[in-house]
């Protein structure tokens, strides 16, 4: 099946640092990439979606500034949360769609603590 | 996209079949049914999603109703490993889909 990667799994980041994320497509072309973030006993909730080569689309309610998106290629999308404070801890969840089909493939997540 | 109701939590037994519910009573016509699992601390897996007809993969069946206003996932064989949220949603496609996760299932696979 499709695999999708992420880097790093896990990262512990000091209050007013920036942090990037990385989620790579391993055996196939991403044209769309979904980021996500779950807090403790939540479900996941959608960030922004990102199509390659244009800006990416951020929920309502998510600072496009503070959370970067880039997807560079068809395979590499990058989240660069940027001035992490305590409050952006959570568990970072990327997924790519495998086109033609509508399913999303997720990567393991990374696991954020800002200190 | 239409909204889910699917039960809090359930246990199965180990071995025998795992029949998951999701009612989505304002379907509408162009929309599919997605699952999607995630077990503890890792990122969502997909599982099987379907239209009209009943379908069945490697992993699990789907259950479809005639109106379209309620599904069944179903793991043939439980194993301790399927232990996990199972998330029912629905949404018509296109390139820029999303996914909108509800509180989903949580199945305990008892051994």
């Known amino acids: 099946g499709a695999v999708v990667s992420q880097h790093p799994s896990r990262v512990i980041c000091k209050s007013g640092t920036s942090v990037k994320i990385e989620c790579r497509s391993l055996?196939?072309?991403?044209?769309?990439m979904f980021w996500y973030r779950q807090f403790p006993k939540q479900s996941l909730m959608l960030m922004a979606t990102?199509?390659?080569?244009?800006?990416?689309?951020?929920e309502q309610g998510v600072e496009k500034d503070k959370f970067l998106i880039n997807h560079a290629s068809l395979t590499l999308s990058t989240l660069t949360v940027t001035s992490a404070h305590p409050e952006d801890s959570s568990f970072y969840i990327c997924?790519?769609?495998?086109?033609?089909?509508?399913?999303?493939?997720f990567g393991p997540g990374t696991r954020l603590t800002v200190t | 996209d239409a909204k889910t109701t699917q039960p809090t939590s359930m246990d199965c037994a180990e071995g025998r079949a795992a029949n998951l519910p999701c009612n989505h009573s304002?379907?509408?016509?162009?929309?599919?049914v997605y699952w999607y699992r995630q077990i503890h601390s890792q990122g969502p897996q997909y599982i099987i999603h379907?239209?009209?007809n009943n379908e069945t993969n490697e992993m699990a069946s789907l259950i479809i109703t005639e109106d379209r206003k309620s599904s069944t996932l179903i793991l043939p064989h439980a194993t301790l490993r399927d232990t996990a949220v199972y998330y029912c949603?629905?949404?018509?496609?296109?390139?820029?889909?999303?996914?909108?996760f509800g509180k989903g299932t949580l199945l305990t696979v008892n051994p």
């Open positions: 997924s790519a769609r495998l086109a033609p089909s509508y399913e999303q493939y």
């Open positions: 055996d196939f072309q991403a044209t769309t």
């Open positions: 990102s199509n390659e080569g244009s800006k990416a689309t951020y």
């Open positions: 304002t379907i509408s016509g162009n929309e599919y």
């Open positions: 379907g239209l009209k």
């Open positions: 949603i629905v949404g018509s496609g296109g390139s820029n889909y999303k996914l909108t």
